[in-house]
């Protein structure tokens, strides 16, 4: 048993009277972790002590295989990260706050394509949602920045291939989308607006690279700058090299590669509201571009 554990049980009732089907306590994870983050640390100290009698109570009624056979259920590892990324990610923004870097601004980018096409095509991707925002350790998000973008038409005999792409992630549609899409030109030129880089200075961009959607992000931003003729440099860095920066800064010491990546991956934001886009928020779909770079 963890903290969290036994915060989310005592949640159950009160989902179960919202409607919401959850039957154990694992289910109710996606919809606690947010109030969990949230809760002040003296609440946080009586399920502290809960967990701590329960485990030393149950400690010695279970064999030590049972011990064992339970430490390693999913539900304790999915536990067990949940709460070590709140208390480092909240740690990491506490320590760095003497450092100059607080006052530094970041632009997280992404690009959401549909699908991806094999190499022996011209057309690798076909971008249709751009998210970025602006932020900074001392003032959290800034500013963001958000376009569904007019797609090109798919290569003749990819289309079944680039839709099925997108209902297994964003499910925008292929065509027929019945919200505004904003072509290359206007979304290179606010997006640029929007960084406002200073006289002559590159704009710099943070994504993903470790995991590999930066190929996609630097594809698709040369590809609206060669179809529209606005040719600027940017500056795309990976922002797993951002986070080992400021650990390093802090810690004088380098993170893991598998904490770097961990802390990334955090599914903690996927259901709070204010960080998807309003389309993706009202259809309750997780792959969200403006998402991806509020919860990095
Ligand atoms: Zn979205």
Redesign the pocket.
Known sequence: RSAFYCFAREQLPGLRGRGVPVSRVVDAIPYCSQAWALLPKEERIIYMEMAHKENRKNGSQKTVTEVKAERGTPFNVVAAVVVNTIMNVAQLIIWVQVEAVTADIFYFLNIYSHGKLPSHCEQRFLPC?I?CVKFSLQDGIIADF?HFIDPEVPPCGFRYHCQAASDAT?KIPVSGFHLPCASYAVVLQELLDFVQPARDAQPQFYCRVWSKPEFRVSWCLNRMASQTGIVKHLELLAVEDLVTELYRKKYKEEPSKTWVCRELDVFLWDFCSNT??K??EENDIVC????SCKKI
């Open positions: 949602e998210g958000h964003h998807r886009c389309w993706h969200c571009a403006l998402a």
